[in-house]
């Protein structure tokens, strides 16, 4: 039986010195947020939003594929925590969460 993502996580985290989780991050929530990131067009869209807020039509653009298909990948980061929307009369804006990214990525990141 091959050992789940979550238990390689936790003992990474207690035996490995080279590899810290940094900040308040729990196993379960680095977990939910890589398998947001996971998906390519998620990854795209966090991307294109590190250059600023963009409205759902805007992110249609980059990420070649329908308005629909756009609201149900923000809607998944949003579960994640990844991103925040805002709705500004009939456009949804939606903005990276930094701190959120930041803590993500800093779990990730190689120990000094």
């Known amino acids: 039986m091959q050992p789940k993502l979550q238990d390689n996580l936790m003992s990474v985290e207690s035996s490995d010195s080279s590899i810290r989780m940094r900040g308040e991050m729990n196993p379960t929530t680095l977990i939910a947020m890589a398998a947001a990131v996971g998906d390519p067009i998620r990854l795209?869209?966090?991307?294109?939003l590190g250059t600023g807020p963009k409205t759902i039509g805007q992110l249609v653009g980059p990420a070649r594929v329908t308005q629909s298909s756009v609201s149900y990948h923000v809607r998944r980061l949003r579960e994640a925590g990844l991103v925040r929307i805002?709705?500004?009369g009939r456009c949804t804006v939606v903005r990276r969460n930094e701190r959120t990214w930041q803590t993500m990525l800093g779990a990730f990141s190689q120990g000094e």
């Open 44 to 48: 795209l869209l966090l991307y294109v």
């Open 86 to 88: 805002e709705r500004q």
